[in-house]
């Protein structure tokens, strides 16, 4: 351990010992976890004596990585986001105290529970133990993200009233296609490719499509953004929790159904639509099983190359900031907007 | 694991036909570390090896193809980026230019209706083939 990481665990631990009220707090381990491009997320595991928190706690602690991507919220909200989710059923990691003042630990932060299982979009696909009954496995997520969707905007959704407002989370171009999700993230994606450097015609194509087919009719409802295999984690073969909640927000239910199904995120798993882990039908019934409805193919090949679409744009965000800290992880995922695009004509060929 | 196979001469070099050019050098670097490093890794530092033989096979492949990828980018983007701008013809080799040009017509509608649509398709179709036979060309479908 650094020094400077033992002066982190020091102010953590005094932090800690005035907010749970406590006699001592000993941080027993502050370790880094892989993964998060974005966030920063750390293994907590602390004992505390006295007060209303007494005992040994294992945590996850999740603060903001050096640099962030535009679509990424604030540890607050995300705070409040995993709040919200959790009081409403859905299965996810429980938060329990935030942090907004940057000194603390050099940048604000929120801890969480620390659920088991295993996350890792390459083991789930690929590890038949992990998840023996990979059809009840998908009905489960379907079940739960179902479950997120059921949170409905109040009646004035931006209303500032205070800690129960959930502001939406895409940055500008808001108003212009006031109401329509399709056509505002949309006009989002093209003010983020208008940031880059260079120019994509497939992107653009991908995006006119989109535009000229946006969905008539439509819902608005909480959606996570980023619900996909690698971002829940997998315990004695059921759905421990959804993770990852720095993108959501008010939007088109559809939307994560899109994203979770698209080819890009099936890890091992390529023709299985689920997620990589199963067959479009469990997954589709254990959503309908809460929701009442289910998805038509038109609207879920439309979600897909909308999927396809924005993770393409996010992952040259990524490889434009390698520039700024060198990562080859970063700088490979440059390379997958290649196949993204490819995916993008693959879906919108029929359209033409 | 399979070895990047690498019928192409070297298409950079340093000039001297008797030691080993780019291609060779990435080839050959690929080959150490998968044959001779990758087996001693184990977790973390395992998949960080996969990521640099996986970096090396890409920069291998781009060093083969990457320039005549480009050539025909931009033979294709050509003619489009001249509909989209008539009737001057932009002539340009800059593919960051006409890429440029292609993209806000697009955006503009200017290839909605089924003609248009169907030519560009054409183009972008070889070209996403193009770039993804260099990036990943197991994902070739």
Known sequence: MTARDGARTDALAAWLRAVTDADDVRVVRFERLRGGAIQDNYLLDVDVRGGGWHGRHSWVLRTNARSRVDASETRASEYEVLRIAHAAGVRAPKPLLLCTDPAVIGSEFFIMERLPGVAAGHRVTREAALAPDPSALAYELGANLARIHAIRPPPQPCAANGKGSIEPSRSGAQGAHQGNPALEAIATYRAWLDRLDDAYPILEWGLRRCERLAPATYEVAFVHRDYRTGNYLVDDGRLAGVLDWEFAGWGDPREDLGWFTARCWRFAGRDLEAGGIAPLEPFVAGYASVAGHGISRTDLDYWQTMAHLRWAIIALQQAQRHRAERSLELALTGRIVDELEYEVLRLTKGSA | ?141
């Open chain 2, 1 to 141: 694991m399979t070895h990047d196979a690498n019928p192409e001469p070297a298409a950079e070099s340093n000039g001297c036909s008797d030691v080993p050019g780019t291609a060779e050098l990435l080839a050959t670097a690929r080959e150490t570390l998968v044959d001779e490093l990758l087996p001693a890794l184990s977790g973390e530092l395992r998949y960080r090896g996969l990521m640099v033989a996986n970096a090396l096979a890409i920069a291998a492949r781009e060093v083969a193809r990457g320039r005549d990828a480009i050539r025909r980018e931009i033979e294709l983007l050509r003619p489009l980026a001249a509909q989209a701008v008539p009737p001057s013809d932009p002539g340009s080799d800059d593919v960051h230019a006409l890429r440029r040009i292609v993209a806000a017509a697009i955006r503009a509608g200017r290839f909605d209706d089924d003609t248009h649509a169907k030519a560009l398709l054409a183009a972008l179709e070889e070209i996403a083939s193009l770039r993804l036979a260099i990036s990943n060309p197991k994902a070739l479908r």
